[in-house]
């Protein structure tokens, strides 16, 4: 069974998550990269950061059917200590 060539008008708007799969691979090729630079120190402490912003935007705006949950000045600041 031959399937029809895909359409360029398609290819010329990608969906948001072609974006975010662009931008995951920058990433991690940063992560590849900076450790012998930045020291395996500061990686580990910038994975940890992220992971904290990102659960404060995760559960601000209600992504993944988590509750949404007001970004508090408590946990604002508990995430910025880190």
Do not use: E, K, N
């Amino acid at each position: 069974m031959r399937r029809a060539p895909p359409r360029t008008a398609a290819a010329s708007h990608p969906p948001w998550r072609a974006w975010a799969g662009g931008f995951r691979g920058v990433l991690a090729l940063f992560g590849m990269t900076a450790p012998p630079r930045l020291g395996v120190a500061t990686m580990i402490a910038a994975v940890v950061c992220s992971q904290a912003v990102l659960s404060l935007l995760l559960a601000r705006f209600s992504l993944f059917d988590l509750p949404a949950q007001h970004l508090s000045a408590r946990r604002t600041l508990a995430a910025t200590t880190l």
